[in-house]
């Protein structure tokens, strides 16, 4: 059974037990040195946002953020721009593959897959989902996305089918094959043009296993980047029962005004990835040192340096402290998306005292069927996150959720995503705890007003082309650069006019080839 930090484990590797160091004197030195970089980190967030600070930001009125944030003349369109010819009738062959890990890290691989088919001229079987394995569910692809919607939205950019077709041999129907493959991961566009499609030639059909990560991100091909945008914002559309049930929540939350929502990620999985272990009790960090053991590489852990450097999530009671310093009062109503808290009430009960209006999709929906699917809850929670006023992520570290609805928030009309510097609020949160509180709502202030908050800008190494798109799936009516110029307005029309011309080509070749054949 795959436990929920496997998606971590097989991201940033296994390893086997290292070789523990000695620490000695060098330990003392390192221990010594760390405790010295927190003092003068402390320090200087006293000389820079203490009370008598100097350092003067922009203040934000908080009612702002209630809106969508400054789009700068762009908006979305990830239509084609340039010559895109439709599918071919006759492809290579067919394309299957499986795609593991949870439910928004299935969500980019089925949007590579898409991009794989396109560029290898082949037919693409409705991508497997592992979703029994990770989430205990049976449902598959055809279980949370509406399959005719995906199929036909993406009709002008590859074929899908539902499954393998059957051939006939001797007398028996039987299933096409796949030649089994595992791609090299981030593979480049050159292995899917020679190794896979040269098996696929050969085989008729490919499957690719396990397919997460399996195709480079950042290509200097803004077509292929348009589609995968398609597929992300528009073909993949959740089942009729999900979004009602989803926009069922939504309405019983804005029926009292504005909420905003927030990926809570304080979990056992991703406190033992980070090694965030000393808030706890002795018992607690028992248990988050054997999971880690059991799950991730072994390695030396320094809190106080992974803490001084913002590498732990935030706590929830540091979540509150943050909105109050932005000037959100009680009233905020506020959804949380999270699996189940570590530690429990005790770390929920101060959030709670600053903010008593907490939902989630159970108290909201109120209904068994999403205590009872775990998959089912997971799709609603980002819906309701996509359509919240405002979305925070407290831990946008390797959380496929909260990077993809960071991206997804962006093509949506850059509605407001606050994203906390947690290095520069470290410092910030290390001196209150230490008893140093004047100038601290100040000092939060001008660290969280300091974002971008969801509006567009330049993706910057590590930050993902599925959190930020930008330029490549926006466009301006009067740019600069005449490569971000908005397509015409009937480019759907100009799409499938030329699908249904060629389609009449091959029809008409088709005849004309059978025509000559009977009278030769």
């Not at 570290?397 to 009309?413: C, D, I, K, Q, V």
Request: aromatic share 10%; charged share 25%; with cysteine.
């Amino acid at each position: 059974m795959r436990r929920a930090g496997d998606a971590l484990r097989r991201r940033y590797g296994y390893r086997q037990p290292l070789k523990q160091l000695s620490w000695g004197v060098k330990g003392f030195i390192g221990r010594f040195s760390v405790s010295l970089i927190i003092l003068l980190i402390c320090s200087v967030f006293f000389l820079s946002f203490g009370p008598n600070s100097s350092n003067s930001r922009v203040e934000v009125n908080v009612d702002d953020l209630w809106g969508t944030a400054a789009s700068g003349d762009w908006r979305p369109s990830s239509a084609p721009r340039s010559d895109w010819p439709p599918p071919p009738l006759e492809g290579n062959g067919y394309l299957r593959v499986r795609c593991n890990g949870g439910l928004n890290q299935q969500r980019s691989a089925i949007c590579n897959a898409v991009l794989a088919a396109r560029i290898m001229n082949a037919t693409l079987v409705l991508p497997e989902l592992d979703a029994n394995a990770f989430w205990h569910d049976h449902s598959g692809f055809e279980g949370i996305y509406d399959v005719e919607h995906f199929i036909k939205s993406l009709r002008y950019d590859v074929r899908i089918v539902e499954k393998l077709p059957e051939i006939t041999k001797n007398g028996k129907n039987k299933k096409i094959k796949g030649y089994q493959l595992r791609p090299p991961r981030d593979a480049p566009i050159s292995w899917y043009l020679t190794e896979a499609l040269e098996k696929m030639k050969e085989h008729g059909a490919i499957y690719l296993t396990p397919f997460s990560h399996r195709l480079e991100e950042e290509i200097d091909n803004p077509e292929y980047q348009r589609l995968r945008c398609r597929v992300n914002y528009h073909a993949l559309r959740f089942k009729p029962h999900i979004m009602k049930l989803s926009n069922s929540v939504v309405s019983k939350l804005r029926a009292q005004g504005h909420f905003l929502a927030i990926h809570l990620r304080f979990e056992l999985d991703m406190l033992a990835f980070a090694g965030c272990y000393n808030i706890f009790t002795p018992e607690e960090q028992g248990i988050l040192k054997k999971y880690r053991a059991e799950n991730f590489k072994d390695k030396p852990l320094d809190y106080e340096q992974i803490r001084a450097n913002g590498k732990c999530p935030l706590t929830p009671e540091e979540v509150g402290l943050i909105f109050r310093a932005m000037g959100f009062d009680n009233s905020t109503r506020i959804y949380l998306a999270a699996g189940k808290i570590f530690g429990g009430e005790r770390y929920m009960k101060p959030f709670r005292a600053l903010f008593p209006q907490l939902e989630n999709h159970n108290t909201v929906a109120g209904t068994e069927e999403i205590a009872e699917n775990t998959l089912l809850g997971s799709a609603v929670d980002y819906m309701v996150c996509l359509l919240s006023d405002i979305f925070m992520p407290t831990y946008d570290g390797p959380s496929n959720f909260a990077n993809n609805l960071m991206g997804h928030r962006l093509y949506y009309g850059f509605r407001t995503t606050i994203t906390p510097d947690r290095k520069a609020l470290a410092p910030i949160f290390i001196a209150r705890e230490n008893g140093r509180t004047s100038g601290f709502e100040a000092a939060v202030r001008r660290v969280m007003f300091n974002s971008k908050l969801g509006g567009p800008h330049k993706r910057v190494h590590p930050e993902s082309f599925y959190t930020n798109s930008w330029p490549e799936c926006f466009c301006q009516t009067s740019p600069k650069n005449p490569g971000h110029k908005c397509p015409p307005e009937n480019v759907m029309e100009i799409l499938n006019s030329r699908m249904q011309s060629d389609e009449t080509d091959t029809a008409e070749s088709e005849v004309t080839s059978n025509f000559t054949s009977s009278i030769s």
